[in-house]
């Protein structure tokens, strides 16, 4: 117990540092910032979920409490933000991975929690946290678009001060209205979206390590099966129906629609792994794919969720007889 205890404390300390670092403003610590989910899910896998759960809990305390040092006050809402934005989902994932139940028979392996119900959660955890953090900024939707655009538009003007030299004075507040108002029906989406983007890729990497160090109490998983709840689907479906609703309501399923729409992309490229077993410069294929995704972005993603949302409805891979693989 000691020892899960100890990783606990370290992990939560590194992840807090990750968090704070974000402070400085460079990109590094921007990519920084991103990792920090990663210790909490290292110590949740490799250490048993309790570490997982200290390490959330401590790095929790150590941003409220690091203020204290530099002669500020305890920072609670910093303390608040990090626990359901960062630590206790990664936690939560872990412990997910982690779930298994024994065997429909006698002698027959656990059945582990499936990759593609973690999913579901990624998605549904991205979808949640960053309506609630739209709802901390405002209570409001004009309210939201004229502090959050406020916002954006004084960042872009500092690093590009010249932004609306070419607006006419007296059309300036109607440009920065406008650009506020497209940041502000944009921006969430697309967090969300990013959000299932790196905690599965940040769950995968903590997988991978303490695979690598010999501690996974698991076998691992065949992700090139991985497949969605089917209910996620009709959900979708809705949300992007309701999308075009103006006020929050019509945010808030923008939103979800995004983050599951990113979730099917993961399918997406799932069936890419399962449909490119056994080939020929298979390697380069998935990696030319991932690097499409990465340095593009927008219509690589949208291909690889269209195909994700074909495999749900005509369940591509069981046609075609597809074993899961763990490639």
């Known amino acids: ?121 990624i998605a549904g955890v991205a979808a949640v946290v960053t309506i609630l953090g739209v709802a901390s900024i405002a209570t409001d939707y004009e309210t939201f678009v004229r502090v959050f655009g406020r916002t954006v538009t004084t960042l872009f003007e500092r690093i590009n001060p010249g932004l ?42 903590a997988g991978r390590a303490v695979l690598a160090s010999g501690r996974l109490p698991r076998p691992w998983p065949a992700l090139a099966a991985l497949t969605l709840p089917k209910i996620l689907l009709p959900i979708m479906v809705a949300a992007l129906a309701g999308s075009f609703l103006g006020g929050f309501f019509g945010l808030a399923l923008r939103t979800v629609f995004a983050a599951l729409f990113a979730a099917y992309a993961l399918q997406g490229l799932a069936l890419a792994h399962a449909l490119t077993a056994g080939a020929s410069g298979r390697a380069a294929i998935l990696a030319t794919g991932y690097g499409l995704c990465v340095l593009f972005g927008g219509w690589p993603l949208v291909l690889a969720a269209l195909a994700g949302v074909a495999d749900a409805l005509f369940n591509i891979r069981a046609k075609r007889g597809l074993a899961p693989t763990n490639a």
Do not use: C
């Open 164 to 205: 609306f030299d070419r607006i006419p004075e007296a059309d300036r507040p109607a440009a920065r209205g406008a650009i506020a108002a497209l940041l502000a029906s944009v921006a969430p989406p697309v967090s969300a979206a990013l959000s299932v983007f790196v905690s599965a890729a940040l769950l995968v990497i």
């Open 1 to 121: 117990m000691t020892g899960i205890i100890g990783i606990g404390v370290g992990a939560g300390l590194v992840s807090a540092l990750l968090t704070r670092v974000v402070a400085t403003g460079s990109p590094i610590a921007l990519l920084l910032f991103f990792l920090a989910p990663l210790p909490v899910a290292i110590a949740a896998l490799g250490w048993n979920h309790k570490a997982g759960l200290v390490a959330a809990a401590v790095g929790s305390i150590a941003l409220a409490v690091a203020p204290l040092f530099f002669g500020g006050r305890v920072n609670l809402y910093m303390a608040a933000v990090h626990a359901i934005s960062t630590s206790l989902p990664a936690w939560w994932f872990s412990f997910l991975a982690l779930l298994a139940r024994p065997g429909a028979a006698p002698g027959q392996p656990a059945e582990w929690y499936p990759p593609g119900r973690i999913l579901a959660w």
